[in-house]
């Protein structure tokens, strides 16, 4: 696809601004084996004469044996790379990897052994609450995707700005392995809704939607993990209070 090792780059660098699309399009082409000219737009004026030269709307520009590439999406796109738009799991993996590595911590700190069934209630109780806090980071866009499949928030909307409150609370309770009794039945309520509605969602109405577990902006399908962080939810809901009573 890459049929020259030269490529022109227009990108702003003004004294309050310096686009930060155009230094990754300069660190790409250059990772990629280019020689890059690299040609700065300096002031608005001369960012608006290359745009209206070009008939471009958008800075940076990239330029190929000539041709015009586009913008930082469409290099990546020319070079055959992901534009990042599609179906990606990595936010999931990412989140559930630092869950285990800090259930690990906890435990280590705690002086018992690593692989023991605490380390798994950590492991839950530490992934509610950062899955809590993907979506607290924009509750507001959340809360929209959540309608969309969500049974109850359909029927009460404000639901959907409770929910994520309730499950990085009813993480931080059972990390602290306090007020089960409240922890519990919260974490049991919301895990039950979850998984009817998903369950409804991807298996009887068949609809393709994304998953609103890792926030607003998540690419992350509706399906088979979303299902399973709800009933891992309540699997946990119903052990704490369980544990608790054999130890008292």
């Not at 290099?75 to 990042?84: A, D, F, N, Q, Y």
């Not at 866009?141 to 309730?166: C, E, H, K």
Request: charged content about 15%.
């Amino acid at each position: 696809m890459m049929t020259g090792k030269t490529a022109v780059l227009y990108r702003m660098d003004m004294p309050d601004h310096t686009c930060p699309y155009g230094l990754k399009s300069r660190h790409l082409l250059r990772s990629k084996g280019f020689t890059v000219e690299d040609h700065l737009l300096t002031s608005r004026e001369e960012t608006d004469a290359f745009k209206a030269e070009h008939g471009v709307k958008t800075t940076p520009q990239t330029f190929i044996d000539g041709k015009r590439i586009g913008g930082y999406e469409a290099l990546r796109e020319h070079l055959g790379l992901s534009t990042g738009k599609g179906t990606s799991y990595t936010p999931v993996i990412a989140l559930f990897s630092v869950a285990a590595l800090l259930a690990l911590a906890v435990a280590w700190q705690a002086g018992g052994p690593l692989l023991h069934l605490h380390t798994v209630e950590y492991f839950i109780a530490i992934a509610m609450v950062l899955l809590g806090l993907q979506k607290l980071t924009n509750i507001e866009s959340f809360s929209t995707m959540f309608l969309n499949y969500d049974l109850l928030a359909q029927r009460w909307v404000p639901y959907g700005r409770i929910y994520p409150f309730a499950e990085a609370g009813a993480g931080v309770l059972m990390l602290a392995g306090s007020l089960i009794w409240l922890s519990s039945p919260v974490a049991l309520f919301i895990g039950t809704i979850g998984a009817i509605s998903v369950f409804k969602a991807v298996y009887i109405d068949r609809r393709e939607l994304k998953c609103a577990c890792m926030g607003g902006d998540s690419r992350v399908p509706l399906g088979f993990i979303s299902l399973t962080e709800n009933l891992i939810m309540i699997a946990m809901a119903v052990w704490m209070p369980l544990r608790m009573y054999a130890i008292g």
